[in-house]
């Protein structure tokens, strides 16, 4: 995956840089995803391989401003994905993050993580992929949501691209720069919030 930037008008160019003390807000990417949803029966009967199971969903509409994000409002989202899906939050080891590179948006999705998982929030490895293909709007949450699964199929968590300064504000793990292995990845969060606190969180098993 190329890495995505955009121009000011003097002609310098300027990286998607989430949870980055230099972000400068986010970058506009084009792209498409396709997912196949079937049930595991119908799958081998196929004789496909699984990547991942969609095994639990939370959403929630805070309403609290157009552009800018509720802490309680993501946070709810990411609880209910959990409850409904039955996992305790220490079982979950990487989430996708919604984070575009704005200085509104990322630390409020990273206080609604530390809320949302509490202490376990420590050990979770957190990045966001639009740091690589940008934000595709309406196609960002399916992207993300095969990003996620491919995560868990090979056991192995997509970096944050362009993160050298940490916002002190992010202080969580966001892999950045450089993906890992993780043999133990078991499962993940993928993350969507948008304008006007409409959000949306998956939760997926590796297969």
Same mark, same amino acid.
């Given at each position: ?104 948006? #990322? $630390? ?9 998982? *509490? !202490? @376990? &929030?420590?050990? =979770? ?41 940490? #916002? $002190? ?9 450089? *993906? !890992? @292995? &993780?043999?133990? =990845? ?22």
């Amino acid at each position: 995956v190329g890495v995505i930037a955009k121009e000011h008008a003097d002609g310098a160019e300027v990286s998607c840089r989430p949870f980055d003390s230099e972000r400068t807000g986010l970058v506009l990417g084009e792209g498409a995803a396709t997912l196949i949803l079937e049930s595991e029966e119908r799958a081998a009967a196929r004789g496909v391989e699984c990547l991942a199971e969609i095994v639990g969903f939370g959403a929630s509409s805070d309403a609290h401003k157009l552009t800018e994000p509720s802490v309680e409002g993501q946070e709810r989202a990411m609880l209910n994905a959990l409850e409904d899906a039955g996992l305790p939050a220490d079982a979950v080891g990487y989430i996708n993050a919604h984070a575009t590179g704005t200085p509104a948006g #990322d $630390p409020i999705e990273i206080e609604a993580i530390k809320r949302a998982f *509490g !202490r @376990d &929030a420590q050990g =979770l490895a957190i990045s966001s992929t639009k740091s690589m293909h940008g934000h595709l709007v309406g196609a960002s949450g399916a992207l993300e949501c095969g990003i996620t699964a491919l995560a868990l199929h090979e056991q192995r968590i997509p970096p944050t691209a362009n993160l050298t300064v940490p #916002d $002190p504000e992010c202080d969580l793990d966001c892999v950045a720069g450089v *993906g !890992r @292995d &993780a043999p133990d =990845l078991e499962a993940a969060l993928s993350n969507s919030f948008a304008f006007g606190g409409s959000n949306a969180t998956l939760v997926l098993r590796r297969a």
